[in-house]
């Protein structure tokens, strides 16, 4: 039997680290995040805190995608310990 996509995405959810069901589910949300403020600057094109919410909105996705790639790029290089996080011990601070 397989699972469909909201099955998945609850699964992935309850699980440590960034799984490829959330990271789809966030591209959905951005999407329909970004497409609702384009109908509202479509609607009220003169309202200059419209134009910097979408401003706003896009830099949050691009921030969020390039996150996602540099931790991926961690995770190639063994940097994390494959959950999202840095391993035991990384982050300790060292005595002089």
Known sequence: MTDNFADTL???ILEPGV??????????VFAALI???MIVVYMSPDSIHVWIYLGLAIGLVASFKWFMNELAKADASGTTDGTGSAPTGAMTKKDD
């Open 10 to 12: 609850v699964k992935d």
């Open 19 to 28: 799984r490829p069901a959330v990271l789809g589910f966030l591209d959905y």
């Open 35 to 37: 497409l609702l403020i």
